[in-house]
Every structure is written in C-alpha cells, then in structure tokens.
C-alpha cells in the first residue's frame, strides 16, 4: 500500500505541477553530469599524478617514529615539503631531525587535527596550496588499514595520488582499529569528498619547524615519547 501511495503521489505531483517535475529532471540530469565528468577528469588526474615523483610527505601524528622516518627520509629529498598533522611535541620533532641532520626548513607543523578524518580535513587544503599531486602517506600498522583508505577517498577526490609507508612501532600500540570505527570514518570521508570540493577549512595553527624556541619548551619542561630514543 505505501509503494501504492508513493507512485500515486508522484504521478499527482507531476501532473499538478508539470514545470517544476520538470525543472526536478534537469537539475537531476545536470547533478549526474556534474558527477561524472567530475569522476572522469579526476582518474584521469590521477593517472597523471601516479606518473609523478612524490612531491610531499604527509605525515599523521601518533607514534614518534612515523617522524623519525620521515627525518631520515627528508635527509635523502631536502627540498620535498613535510606536513606532520599533530605529531609530537614540537622539541621532541625538532631533536629528531637534528639528530638526523636533517633540513628543519621544508617541515610545517599542523596542530588543529584531534582524530584521522581531521589529519585530512585540515590537511588537504595545505596541500592543496602546495600544488601537491602525489604525496607519500606516513602512518604506522595499528592505523591500517583505515587512514590508507581515507587518503585514497579524500587525497583522491582532489587528484593527489597516494602512496604510503609503513612505519613499525615498538611494544603495543595505544589505539585499536574496529571495523565499525573504519566503517563511520569512510562514510564521513565519501561525504566529504564531495563537500571539500567547494569548503575549504583552515587551520589556524600551522607553524614551521625553523620557528621552533627550543630554550622557551626546555624552560617550560617537556616529555618525548620512549620510541623517540631521545633524552629531555
């Protein structure tokens, strides 16, 4: 009776009011047309960009040594920009790369990000900015196999093509992946993929590593994770 009752109601409608069903079907043509030319040219970016040398590294906080990585990393391309998406604290990245010898002067800081979808949220529009086509994902085991599809999702629907590195952590992890937690972050992610295409957050807490006042943190005392290896 409710299938009955909803046909019947739409034959009404477009009987009652045949100009706006018609204005309904051309929006409707014109949102599927908008949806895939916009699918198209986007793979087509991304062949595009697979073809690339990586041009940034992303990097989402949560283990320290997912930054002496990428610090070890930034020692062979001194010139590819690195995004850490509130990693550790700021002395604690800023004695790994020094430790490394490593350039501190392509490294900037994102600290609004509190959970994976926000590594992106606030993180793709750096990107962006940078011009990035191909970025290296840095995360460790224990955030897989969530963030890799995440980045595929949201990097993806801007046309930056994703490869990632596995960063192994020592003793146990902190966090747990749950399939109901992945299942709520990609479907806020494919939301978002659409949205992000026109809203365009900003993170008003961005720094670079250069600006870093080791004496300022060592006044106020700070703590490094034991993974780090470092000494505060």
Request: charged residues 20%.
């Amino acid at each position: 009776m409710k299938r009955k009752f909803t046909i019947k109601s739409l034959i009404s409608i477009k009987n009652k009011y045949p100009n706006l069903w018609e204005l309904l079907q051309k929006l409707s043509c014109g949102l599927y047309f908008f949806l895939a030319t916009w699918l198209i040219f986007t793979t087509i970016t991304l062949v595009f960009a697979s073809l690339q040398p990586v041009d940034a590294f992303f990097v989402l906080g949560g283990s320290i040594r997912r930054e002496t990585y990428v610090a070890q990393k930034a020692k062979q391309y001194p010139q590819t920009p690195i995004l850490i998406s509130h990693g550790s604290p700021d002395p604690c990245i800023w004695l790994i790369f020094q430790r490394e010898l490593a350039r501190l002067q392509n490294v900037w800081l994102e600290k609004c990000a509190n959970s994976t979808f926000e590594n992106f949220y606030y993180g793709i529009p750096i990107l962006r900015r940078w011009g990035v086509h191909k970025v290296m994902l840095i995360t460790s085991p224990s955030h897989l196999p969530r963030a890799k599809w995440m980045a595929q999702i949201l990097l993806g629907a801007h046309g930056i093509w994703v490869e990632s590195e596995i960063v192994q952590e020592l003793g146990v992890p902190g966090n747990r992946e749950s399939w109901v937690k992945t299942g709520l972050d990609l479907t806020r992610s494919l939301f978002w993929a659409i949205l992000s295409q026109i809203m365009q957050p900003q993170c008003s807490n961005v720094i670079k590593l250069t600006k870093i006042d080791l004496p300022a943190w060592e006044h106020r005392g700070f703590n490094c994770e034991h993974q780090g290896g470092l000494r505060n």
